[in-house]
């Protein structure tokens, strides 16, 4: 049975992609078949981390929401991206990406006329049958709507992106009472961006007597990751940056 792990913020520019990125494929080079698809229809990004070029594909998410095509048509592999440190004791390692367009005219057409969300939870489930998934990572659209309903209902584990903000705060206890009402089997909340003078037990408390669930990781504010600007996977680069080895103590929890 494939596990389905959702990764939400209940704001922009958390760092959730590039969290959910890194997950997949540390999870992927321990010796499984992860898929990890962009269900941030309105604003796609995840695949810029895979340095995956849009222009080469025939097929996206998009098309299949529209009836063009299967959704293991706009399924590519990128296991590429998990350089280095894969367990070769097993030939099961593969990485897809179901990636969302980039074309303006498709975005405007979600935009305007929204989809049937009930297809996209068809689309999950054909995406594990079709490509014999282990572990299938959903990168959610910030905030809620019926989309993040869907994914926060149907997954395994839950985890939540938030900075050390005021506004995180807030609208991180929405996402966990949802989650909470939806019966979510493990949720814990990964912390982005942290200073570096940060007392990080006290933070860790803060959050955990907040939300009465576990931090499973502080991640902290990082000069590496502002340089690499999104080109590519950071736990391939600097695997024994604190962040990579934070997101290897995550990605252990996944693979429980």
Same mark, same amino acid.
């Given at each position: 049975?494939?596990?389905?792990?959702?990764?939400?913020?209940?704001?922009?520019?958390?760092?959730?992609?590039?969290?959910?990125?890194?997950?997949?494929?540390?999870?992927?080079?321990?010796?499984?078949?992860?898929?990890?698809?962009?269900?941030? /229809?309105?604003?796609?990004?995840?695949?810029?981390?895979?340095?995956?070029?849009?222009?080469?594909?025939?097929?996206?998410?998009?098309?299949?929401?529209?009836?063009?095509?299967? /959704?293991?048509?706009?399924?590519?592999?990128?296991?590429?991206?998990?350089?280095?440190?894969?367990?070769?004791?097993?030939?099961?390692?593969?990485?897809?990406?179901?990636?969302?367009?980039?074309?303006?005219?498709?975005?405007?057409?979600?935009?305007?006329?929204?989809?049937?969300?009930?297809?996209?939870?068809?689309?999950?489930? =054909?995406?594990?049958?079709?490509?014999?998934?282990?572990?299938?990572?959903?990168?959610?659209?910030?905030?809620?709507?019926?989309?993040?309903?869907?994914?926060?209902?149907?997954?395994?584990?839950?985890?939540?992106?938030?900075?050390?903000? =005021?506004?995180?705060?807030?609208?991180?206890?929405?996402?966990?009472?949802?989650?909470?009402?939806?019966?979510?089997?493990?949720?814990?909340?990964?912390?982005?961006?942290?200073?570096?003078?940060?007392?990080? =037990?006290?933070?860790? =408390?803060?959050?955990?007597?907040?939300?009465?669930?576990?931090?499973?990781?502080?991640?902290?504010?990082?000069?590496?990751?502002?340089?690499?600007?999104?080109?590519?996977?950071?736990?391939?680069?600097?695997?024994?940056?604190?962040?990579?080895?934070?997101?290897?103590?995550?990605?252990?929890?996944?693979?429980?």
């Amino acid at each position: 049975m494939a596990k389905i792990i959702s990764t939400h913020s209940f704001r922009g520019g958390t760092g959730k992609s590039n969290t959910t990125a890194n997950l997949s494929a540390i999870v992927a080079k321990a010796g499984n078949r992860v898929g990890v698809i962009d269900t941030d /229809i309105q604003s796609p990004g995840i695949h810029t981390l895979f340095k995956f070029q849009q222009g080469l594909n025939r097929f996206a998410l998009n098309d299949y929401l529209w009836g063009r095509c299967r /959704i293991e048509e706009a399924a590519y592999d990128v296991t590429d991206q998990c350089a280095g440190n894969v367990d070769e004791s097993t030939d099961r390692t593969r990485l897809f990406l179901i990636p969302s367009s980039l074309n303006s005219n498709e975005i405007a057409r979600i935009l305007r006329e929204g989809y049937d969300v009930a297809l996209l939870n068809d689309g999950f489930q =054909q995406l594990i049958s079709q490509l014999k998934l282990d572990y299938l990572f959903i990168d959610t659209h910030p905030g809620v709507n019926e989309e993040t309903l869907l994914s926060l209902a149907i997954s395994d584990v839950l985890v939540l992106v938030m900075r050390p903000d =005021q506004q995180d705060f807030q609208g991180t206890a929405v996402t966990v009472e949802l989650a909470r009402r939806l019966e979510v089997p493990e949720l814990f909340i990964v912390v982005n961006k942290t200073p570096p003078d940060t007392d990080e =037990q006290a933070l860790r =408390q803060q959050i955990e007597n907040t939300y009465q669930c576990d931090v499973a990781a502080l991640l902290p504010l990082s000069v590496e990751m502002a340089r690499m600007a999104s080109g590519g996977l950071f736990s391939n680069r600097f695997p024994d940056h604190p962040f990579s080895t934070q997101l290897q103590g995550v990605a252990k929890r996944i693979l429980r």
